[in-house]
């Protein structure tokens, strides 16, 4: 699970690597913002966020089994076409079978990164940070939630400050690339998607865990 990357290089890769394939990732990320609206809206009537933080709790956790499969599922696109694969729109659906033991790594997540951001902020940054591959090792890896956010973390924590580079520079490029009619966003989502999936690969592929 030792792996070195350059920011710059690692993105770079990922905007080459994305040719063909914009058109899938951005439409599984469109599709997956259509879910997120309709299932906020709805949730909106009966819980309005602006009333308090619980609802908006509420809101989180119940919309979880709904969207964050989805979100799993874009996650892998980016994966999958960082081993080679073929990849297609449809597959973004196929993690609802996992719905569960999504939905509590989840929750689990959300506790522990909002009880950090009450201690002062930083631990919840650090662990929003170390958390970015809970979800594809909990599916991929077979792994329980709590194994797979703690994987995520140990091997994240190593090179901490590279991944929260990576992190603010891909949201910079995505808000920059969004600012002309949202226009660019059609090159920085994927390459964003693509770069953690080359990262993933690179670190866990032929890993016993």
């Not at 890769?13 to 809206?41: M, P, Q, W």
């Not at 919309?63 to 696109?77: E, N």
Request: aromatic share 14%.
């Amino acid at each position: 699970m030792e792996y070195s990357f350059s920011i710059t290089g690692l993105l770079k890769e990922a905007f080459d690597r994305s040719e063909g394939v914009k058109g899938t990732i951005v439409g599984a990320f469109i599709i997956y913002v259509i879910v997120a609206v309709l299932v906020s809206g709805v949730l909106e009537i009966f819980f309005p966020s602006a009333d308090s933080i619980i609802n908006a709790i509420i809101q989180a956790l119940i919309s979880a089994p709904i969207t964050v499969p989805i979100v799993v599922g874009i996650f892998f696109l980016g994966i999958n076409h960082a081993r080679g694969f073929e990849i297609n729109i449809p597959s973004i659906f196929d993690y609802y079978g996992m719905m569960v033991p999504i939905t509590i790594t989840f929750v689990l997540m959300y506790v522990c990164i909002m009880l950090g951001f009450v201690l002062l902020i930083i631990p919840g940054i650090y662990l929003a940070i170390a958390y970015s591959f809970a979800y594809p090792l909990l599916v991929d890896k077979e792994l329980g939630p709590w194994e797979a956010m703690e994987l995520s973390r140990k091997t994240i924590t190593k090179q901490w400050f590279k991944f929260f580079g990576l992190t603010l520079v891909s949201a910079i490029f995505i808000i920059v690339s969004a600012i002309p009619l949202g226009i660019g966003l059609i090159w920085s989502i994927p390459t964003v998607y693509i770069a953690y999936g080359i990262l993933y690969q690179n670190m866990f592929d032929g890993v016993e865990v």
